[in-house]
């Protein structure tokens, strides 16, 4: 099959085990953060392997199931575990279970990731509203274009909604949450980073890196979703500067899991408002 086909068959299958229900909001839950996912009520379970053409999601912390359902009073589909460039598939595969999620009608999408932080003010188990990103991955439009989902090249002036973030903001400050606010870039991994790599991110104007989120959400602004997303920062580049620091993907996704009820409950919030 092509893409497209690809597409509307794992689609159909979808639509089929959710029995009319109509997700109004997606979320991508990254690294450790799959503990939003125990919030969902009514909860419906749909393993990525029983999907046609769906790639299986091999990372730590990603238990790879669409769980369906009513979060903040509103149906839900979230992605338990997301697909990643560097465990060997295609752009297209990474942003499948996305372009799935239009087809169902999705209205908006949030995501979610671990990551470094560039910047030397974060600290571990903060949390960063993503406002821009740079994209160091292949971008997942390259190819031809599918014009029932977007133009041939869309405007990526604002990427994350203006709109959520100012609502996001506002509920942290109410609620007493600490937020960050930065730049977010995307590398493929699977190695970390190097001290070198965090001080040149850092030039170019990154505030935290990881090995996700921006194809995911380009495919989204491709099809005109709107998108809010969120980094938890689980390890910090002025770590690297002691000689016995290691980056440990355990640790990280213990740091996560520990920001992730913060996390969990703006997310919450803020669909609540939608």
């Given at each position: 099959m092509n893409p497209l086909e690809t597409i509307?068959?794992?689609?159909?299958?979808?639509?089929?085990?959710?029995?009319?229900?109509?997700?109004?909001?997606?979320?991508?839950?990254?690294?450790?953060?799959?503990?939003?996912?125990?919030?969902?009520?009514?909860?419906?379970?749909?393993?990525?392997?029983?999907?046609?053409?769906?790639?299986?999601s091999t990372a730590i912390g990603h238990k790879g199931n669409y769980i369906v359902g009513d979060?903040?009073?509103?149906?839900?589909?979230?992605?338990?575990?997301?697909?990643?460039?560097?465990?060997?598939?295609?752009?297209?595969?990474?942003?499948?279970?996305?372009?799935?999620?239009?087809?169902?009608?999705?209205?908006?999408?949030?995501?979610?990731?671990?990551?470094?932080?560039?910047?030397?003010?974060f600290h571990v188990g903060d949390l960063m509203i993503i406002k821009d990103h740079i994209n160091l991955l292949p971008n997942p439009l390259i190819g031809p274009n599918m014009d029932e989902f977007g133009p041939r090249f869309p405007d990526m002036t604002r990427p994350y909604d203006p709109t959520l973030i100012r609502k996001a903001e506002d509920i942290a400050a109410r609620e007493g949450i600490a937020l960050q606010k930065g730049v977010y870039v995307a590398i493929t991994g699977p190695s970390y980073e190097t001290p070198a790599e965090y001080r040149y991110f850092r030039a170019i104007g990154a505030d935290a890196v990881g090995m996700s989120t921006t194809p995911e959400v380009i495919v989204a602004r491709h099809s005109g979703i709107p998108v809010f997303g969120?980094?938890?920062?689980?390890?910090?580049?002025?770590?690297?500067?002691?000689?016995?620091?290691?980056?440990?993907?355990?640790?990280?996704?213990?740091?996560?899991?520990?920001?992730?009820?913060?996390?969990?409950?703006?997310?919450k919030k803020l669909i609540t408002i939608l």
């Amino acid at each position: 099959m092509n893409p497209l086909e690809t597409i509307h068959a794992a689609a159909r299958f979808v639509r089929e085990k959710l029995g009319g229900i109509q997700p109004v909001v997606g979320i991508v839950l990254g690294s450790g953060l799959g503990k939003l996912a125990d919030e969902i009520e009514n909860p419906l379970v749909i393993s990525y392997r029983d999907i046609p053409g769906f790639p299986a999601s091999t990372a730590i912390g990603h238990k790879g199931n669409y769980i369906v359902g009513d979060l903040g009073g509103k149906k839900v589909i979230a992605m338990q575990g997301r697909i990643h460039y560097y465990e060997g598939y295609t752009m297209h595969q990474v942003t499948l279970p996305i372009q799935v999620m239009k087809v169902l009608g999705i209205q908006y999408l949030f995501v979610s990731n671990a990551a470094g932080g560039t910047n030397l003010g974060f600290h571990v188990g903060d949390l960063m509203i993503i406002k821009d990103h740079i994209n160091l991955l292949p971008n997942p439009l390259i190819g031809p274009n599918m014009d029932e989902f977007g133009p041939r090249f869309p405007d990526m002036t604002r990427p994350y909604d203006p709109t959520l973030i100012r609502k996001a903001e506002d509920i942290a400050a109410r609620e007493g949450i600490a937020l960050q606010k930065g730049v977010y870039v995307a590398i493929t991994g699977p190695s970390y980073e190097t001290p070198a790599e965090y001080r040149y991110f850092r030039a170019i104007g990154a505030d935290a890196v990881g090995m996700s989120t921006t194809p995911e959400v380009i495919v989204a602004r491709h099809s005109g979703i709107p998108v809010f997303g969120m980094s938890v920062i689980t390890d910090v580049a002025h770590a690297t500067d002691d000689e016995d620091y290691v980056t440990d993907g355990e640790a990280i996704v213990k740091a996560a899991d520990a920001a992730a009820d913060r996390m969990t409950h703006l997310f919450k919030k803020l669909i609540t408002i939608l």
